[in-house]
């Protein structure tokens, strides 16, 4: 802003705040407009005065700010003037507009005049930059030529590369520094190289799929792997010279990197991009990215490789791709992209993790070293969970080191103490994947550290959490979805186990999903949970490895904040549990594996608790031995067990008012549900959902359950010993799903079920005892899919199914041909796969 110089600017400003501060002090006829004005004048004020200093250092001309010297002693005269004005509505009127009218202008001449005369400064700089950079750049020449002139090597070196129609000492983008000392990549190695020297071509001549992504978590060695690719000579052979190195980073600027490869040196004349005034960086982004294209296209002939390292979106890639002969991409992220080819970069192996492991603990040209027994070696590699930078990191800090240290270190690991605690380099690069995530994800990410290590998930568990914490829909959509976004980061694992999704029976997407995570990444969750004091963490995670809870937490004697609670106890636990105070508990996971177990005592104070989730992964199911006690939980809404026995269920269990779904999976049930008459309307009230999966010993569906009015959604699946359903089902007039998949003994439906007018869905798919269809089943006005895939036994088709409209019978074409004759219907005949069948079966 070359326009402010003179003393007077700064002085009439001032001197126009102290005339608006007094006016506004002595009269209350236009308080509103001079109040504004002084507001303006406070914010330009400490500018003028600033720039006008600078101004007179630069030693810049003074003739631009006499025309806005005269328009504040103009306003200083206007507010003056209102001083005077007492009574006459007419000039009260008309001055103030004439305030809100110099208020308008002194803002519109900063916005407009102002930006114009700065525009007009930086273009000014610009031309003084330039000149000064094509002085350096001349000198810079200069001394090259002498250099070259001096040595006929480096001479011949630039003649080949000419001839090759690329200057590549000129240009950026080079390869780093061929590491050293590298193991256990040379299977990964061999793989991405097959797959870039792989040619894939189109109709057109230009490759097809030419971006070839190396995906996996931060610390696994994706820079290092394409790194050791830019040198292998078969890579070398092929690309030469032309092999280009892009580090893109999180935040990345396509312009600079533009500019990078052009002009590498620093002092050099910088690229000019194009500048438009609307949608300018977009503009700029255009324009590199042509100037980028006409760059490979002109100036560089033969096979080309671009690596982009650390590239966090899949949008950004793009502006890198071209329809260009022998153009290759290999990019490397922690991100998983979908449409991209995928070069998943697996775990090492033990062998290969212990020789990286021994190459950073025991370095070579050490003559002398202390003597580690191989015992140590492995139980440290086991503690580095074969995540390559740790091996690297925890194997230098113990180089040198006596056996002391190495059995100190193990014993710290083995009693809680996380590898991410000794070194922070470690955890830093692994935090960098979860800063990326928005707050919604981080807190999807943090859930994760509530299981126990090395455990498979089930989606479903999640789902029961994610209702309640984060209003997730019932289907499970929005919970598969958040957790194929967390698996596009690397974040965790998605696998599918089992039954394949037949069309149209989409009960659950979370069904027969389940989600895995690198322990490393686990621990990650466990310490951003941890950071605050134990009293004060949203997220509380207890692990207890031996009879009794941690130190730290019994020393806890003030109530505590936590929302989320997380017990994983081992076989040795003995339930002694001590008095914790958790009263704002939401969310309660607890993780067993004992066959005996004591619910805590401190259950009758969590009022607030709407979801109980309790897993065993013990060898056998867990016993408890107060299980009454979840009686006291009057505010449950979602309780899911697994492996756990069930002896009884009390009065005071049965009567959970606001309880919505129970889930047990793979539970001893035995007579629980036996002890109850029929016709208790207490039992559940509000129970909108029932599962039941893998109960081996539920031999008929609990007939006390039949009174729930509100049970929409019942699912008894993989039940082999189940074989009657009575014929009180017929009172759950609100269901509208019904799924009895697998249950290989059941024989017939009740024909009570023809009383459901709102049953949208049966699946009764391997049902292989099954040999009817009840005889009404077409007074099911509602009914809108039958999946009886597998039902080998039925060999009629009741005749009232051609009262059904809009219904689709999902089956296999043995028992297609039953259905020929109904036209009504709409039958989509789905291919078995027998053996997967049978061994679901058993």
Not at 105 to 134: G, H, M, P, W
Not at 334 to 349: K, T
Not at 728 to 754: A, D, H, Q, V
Not at 755 to 775: A, N, Y
Request: with cysteine; net charge negative; proline share 4%.
């Amino acid at each position: 802003m070359a326009m402010f110089v003179d003393p007077l600017l700064s002085e009439s400003i001032s001197k126009l705040l102290e005339v608006v501060v007094f006016v506004a002090e002595t009269t209350a006829n236009f308080k509103p407009q001079l109040e504004q004005l002084k507001t303006t004048i406070e914010r330009i004020g400490p500018i003028i005065d600033e720039i006008t200093e600078l101004n007179r250092k630069l030693d810049r001309s003074k003739q631009e700010s006499d025309a806005f010297i005269a328009e504040i002693r103009s306003a200083t005269k206007l507010v003056n003037k209102c001083l005077k004005i007492k009574k006459n509505l007419i000039k009260r009127f008309t001055h103030s507009l004439k305030l809100k009218d110099l208020n308008e202008k002194l803002l519109r001449f900063f916005q407009v005049d102002v930006q114009a005369y700065q525009c007009r400064d930086i273009k000014q700089t610009l031309v003084e930059v330039n000149r000064v950079s094509d002085r350096i750049e001349t000198m810079a020449l200069d001394v090259k030529k002498t250099l070259s002139n001096t040595s006929s090597l480096m001479m011949s070196r630039c003649v080949s590369r000419e001839d090759e129609g690329i200057e590549r000492e000129r240009l950026g983008w080079r390869v780093p520094t061929r590491p050293r000392g590298i193991v256990a990549f040379e299977r990964p190695l061999e793989n991405l190289k097959a797959m870039v020297l792989a040619d894939n071509m189109d109709c057109d001549g230009f490759e097809d799929g030419s971006v070839v992504v190396v995906s996996a978590p931060g610390g696994c060695g994706k820079t290092t792997l394409v790194t050791m690719l830019c040198y292998d000579h078969q890579i070398q052979a092929k690309f030469g010279e032309r092999i280009f190195f892009v580090t893109v980073s999180e935040t990345p600027n396509f312009m600079v990197i533009v500019n990078d490869l052009l002009n590498p040196n620093s002092f050099a004349q910088q690229v000019q991009f194009q500048y438009v005034a609307e949608n300018a960086k977009q503009n700029n982004i255009e324009d590199a990215r042509n100037k980028l294209e006409n760059f490979l296209r002109e100036k560089v002939s033969g096979p080309l490789l671009l690596v982009l390292d650390d590239v966090w979106s899949d949008s950004f890639i793009k502006n890198f791709t071209f329809t260009i002969t022998g153009y290759k991409i290999v990019v490397t992220s922690r991100m998983v992209f979908p449409n991209r080819d995928m070069f998943q970069f697996d775990p090492l192996s033990d062998e290969d993790a212990k020789t990286l492991f021994q190459r950073s603990a025991f370095p070579e040209g050490k003559r002398t070293r202390p003597t580690i027994h191989m015992d140590l070696v492995n139980q440290m590699v086991k503690c580095c969970k074969k995540h390559p930078l740790t091996l690297s990191v925890v194997g230098s800090s113990l180089d040198g080191k006596d056996e002391t240290a190495w059995r100190s270190m193990i014993k710290d690991l083995s009693q809680g103490q996380s590898v991410l605690d000794l070194n922070v380099d470690i955890l830093n690069r692994l935090e960098r994947s979860f800063q990326a995530l928005d707050d919604r994800f981080k807190e999807y990410y943090l859930d994760f550290g509530l299981f126990p290590e090395d455990q498979r998930i089930p989606a479903t568990t999640l789902l029961n959490m994610w209702v309640h914490l984060y209003e997730h829909e019932d289907d499970g959509s929005d919970t598969l979805a958040k957790i194929f976004e967390l698996s596009y980061r690397n974040l965790v694992n998605l696998m599918s186990i089992g039954l394949k999704k037949d069309p149209g029976t989409i009960v659950n997407y979370c069904e027969q999903q389940f989600v895995t995570q690198h322990d490393l990444l686990r621990q990650l969750a466990i310490n951003l949970s941890s950071k605050l004091p134990i009293a004060q963490r949203t997220r509380l995670i207890i692990n207890a490895h031996g009879e009794d809870l941690p130190t730290s937490i019994s020393k806890v004697h003030e109530p505590m904040q936590a929302r989320i609670l997380s017990i994983t106890t081992g076989e040795s636990f003995a339930s002694r549990w001590c008095n914790m105070k958790v009263p704002d508990v939401e969310v309660l996971v607890l993780n067993l594996m004992s066959k005996t177990y004591t619910l805590p005592h401190f259950f009758a104070e969590m009022q607030k608790l709407k979801v109980l989730n309790v897993t065993n992964y013990g060898l056998y199911p867990t016993e408890f031995e107060n299980f009454q006690l979840l009686g006291c939980l009057s505010n449950l809404t979602r309780i899911r067990l697994e492996r756990v026995t069930i002896s009884s269920l009390s009065g005071p269990t049965l009567a959970l008012v606001n309880l919505q779904k129970v889930s047990f999976i793979m539970c001893k049930i035995g007579n629980a549900f036996g002890q109850l008459s029929s016709n208790n309307e207490n039992v559940w009230p509000r129970l909108v959902e029932i599962e039941m999966d893998y109960c081996q010993d539920l031999v008929e569906f609990p007939a006390m359950l039949c009174s729930s009015a509100d049970l929409k959604k019942v699912s008894i699946t993989n039940c082999n010993e189940m074989c009657g359903i009575s014929e009180e089902f017929g009172n759950l007039t609100s269901l509208e799903i019904l799924s009895l998949r697998s249950c290989t003994k059941l024989e017939k439906l009740p024909e009570s079920i023809t009383k459901l007018k709102k049953l949208t869905e049966v699946d009764i798919s391997d049902c292989l005892s099954l040999s009817e269809l009840p005889e009404g089943i077409g007074r099911l006005s509602s009914l809108r899919t039958i999946n009886m895939k597998g039902c080998t036994g039925v060999h009629e088709i009741p005749t009232s199914v051609e009262e059904l409209s809009n219904t689709q019978v999902i089956c296999n074409e043995e028992i297609s041909y039953h259905w020929q004759d109904f036209n009504n219907v709409e039958v989509i005949v789905v291919e078995e796969d027998r053996l997967e069948t049978l061994m679901r079966i058993i």
